[in-house]
């Protein structure tokens, strides 16, 4: 499978080669030439600041261009679509901005507000970017319980916090007075900053962003630059900042329109590129913040700045406030969660328990059940199948091994009359003296109705004529049965095996001869079957 993948991955970065986009290196070339331009100072600032709008409207053109086209890919999901939608209505806005904003720079060139953008165009900028604020808070972030989503709005407050301090040192003077002097030019960059920061936030850390990682990577990338052509204007344009203002200005709108087209481009390669991915259980991001927050904090100390040092002692102050929430939050649903752990491995060692009294039971059931398919239900004796068993592994181990087959005789005579009963009884007294006759090694089995078998296994000095002689004799003993005794006889056939045996079958064969011979002899003796 990584074999596969490795594959797919050179075959799309060879794709990339292999098939340039004109439209993207249109783009790069043409924003890095007029950045150079401007980095040169080549031209008059009249020059300057005209061509650096006219180019803005054109950016925006293909913003909005390349963002309807990706609207139409097929395959998006509802909510990606509508996010494309609206990021083309967006440049759309922008656009009828730039438009105004050139007249504006042609009108008078060397105004202030010809080069950070006079009042329609910061309007317009302002209504874009609402547009598109309102759009990205709708995107379903697909979070499946209140708890993830307070979570995921305290890490995302943490990361804005720290923007406002950051946006702040930034962009806004250490003259409070003066911000509402120039709050439209002055705010407009941080207001975008922020709103970028927020979005990105939000997206990147639930995973459900409609645009793929580079593409957001290449935007905020844009957006910082923005951050640092407001902070150069800040001051003025004088002493040689305009043209620096202006190459910011036009490469962080040209790196937004890079960024959706090297997005366009990466989907049609992997559609799957926007599937949303799955989430870690943590987010440094919220960390990081707190720790920009804190290192401006103390570069304001240091530089003796008292207003950013008391936004920055306010943003360290909320940011901590929120962290130590997220960590409340985070510990109750730890508790929560070992609560839930506690009760699963109580519920596990119930489970447990039952489990082994289960399977005690099944066992119990399993012997019984053994007993009971190799056992007689009457006697309580091995019946033939045990018998046949242990007569076949007596022979498998080479032991000396004899069979002895008892039918007992007048026994249909006694249940004829004194009924199944006596009979019954007859048995299983028949069973208890034979099996009492005989060592605990050996087996004493029925076989059949009125029939019996022996497993002896002789040990030297045994003589199995007086074995077989003892075991006639105990049958013939009267039994007590109701309403008076019964008295039954047992012809006996004995077969040694031999190296030449068979099977224990055959040595049951063997032993049933003898057993039929005594029968016709007279009964009431036994009989040894030749050896073969």
Not at 216 to 245: C, E, M, Q
Not at 356 to 372: N, Q, T, V, Y
Not at 414 to 421: I, K, L, Q
Request: hydrophobic share 50%.
């Amino acid at each position: 499978m990584d074999v596969i993948r490795d594959y797919a991955v050179r075959a799309r970065a060879r794709w990339w080669r292999a098939d340039p986009d004109p439209l993207l290196m249109w783009l790069a070339a043409g924003t890095a030439a007029l950045v150079a331009l401007y980095a040169a100072d080549v031209a008059s600032a009249g020059v300057q600041v005209v061509g650096a709008w006219v180019f803005v409207a054109v950016i925006h053109v293909g913003l909005a261009f390349v963002a309807r086209s990706t609207a139409r890919m097929p395959g998006l999901p509802a909510p990606t679509r509508r996010f494309w939608r609206s990021v083309a209505a967006a440049g759309v806005v922008y656009l009828v901005g730039d438009l105004a904003q050139v007249l504006v720079a042609v009108r008078d060139p060397s105004a202030a507000v010809a080069a950070t953008g006079g009042t329609v165009q910061v309007v317009t900028l302002a209504a874009g970017s609402a547009l598109l604020m309102v759009t990205l808070l709708t995107v379903p972030l697909g979070f499946g319980s209140r708890r993830e989503r307070t979570r995921f709005w305290l890490d995302v407050a943490t990361v804005m916090v720290a923007a406002v301090v950051v946006g702040w040192y930034l962009v806004v003077p250490e003259r409070p007075a003066a911000l509402l002097q120039m709050a439209a030019p002055v705010l407009a960059g941080p207001m975008i900053i922020l709103l970028c920061v927020f979005v990105v936030a939000k997206l990147v850390m639930s995973g459900t962003a409609p645009f793929t990682r580079l593409c957001g990577l290449i935007g905020a990338g844009g957006a910082a630059l923005k951050s640092g052509a407001d902070a150069l204007g800040r001051d003025g344009l004088s002493d040689g900042r305009l043209h620096w203002f202006l190459a910011c200005t036009v490469a962080a709108h040209a790196l937004l329109t890079i960024a959706l087209r090297v997005n366009q481009r990466r989907l049609a390669v992997r559609p799957e590129a926007l599937q949303p991915r799955p989430r870690k259980p943590y987010s440094l991001l919220p960390y990081g913040s707190i720790a920009v927050t804190y290192v401006l904090l103390t570069i304001a100390v240091v530089r003796d700045e008292p207003v950013t040092v008391a936004v920055g002692l306010a943003g360290a102050a909320i940011s901590t406030v929120l962290v130590v929430l997220r960590q409340l939050t985070a510990f109750r649903d730890n508790a929560r969660l070992l609560a839930e752990l506690d009760a699963k491995v109580r519920e596990l060692h119930l489970t447990q328990e039952g489990l082994h009294a289960s399977l005690a039971e099944r066992d119990a059931l399993a012997a019984r059940l053994r007993h009971h398919a190799l056992h007689d239900s009457l006697t309580g004796l091995p019946n033939r199948v045990l018998y046949a068993e242990r007569l076949d592994a007596a022979l498998a181990q080479g032991r000396a091994a004899v069979a002895m087959l008892i039918d007992l005789d007048g026994f249909k005579q006694v249940n004829d009359e004194r009924g199944h009963a006596a009979g019954d009884h007859v048995l299983r007294e028949v069973a208890r003296r034979v099996q009492g006759s005989l060592r605990g090694t050996d087996t004493v089995a029925r076989i059949g109705g009125d029939e019996f078998a022996v497993l002896v296994l002789p040990e030297p000095g045994d003589d199995l004529h007086d074995i077989a002689a003892r075991i006639i004799r105990t049958v013939e003993t009267p039994v007590a049965v109701e309403g008076g005794t019964a008295r039954v006889g047992a012809s006996v056939g004995i077969a040694v095996a031999t190296e030449h045996t068979e099977s224990g079958d055959a040595l049951l064969r063997a032993a049933d001869r003898a057993m039929y011979e005594v029968k016709r002899d007279g009964k009431g003796s036994y009989a040894l079957a030749p050896a073969h």
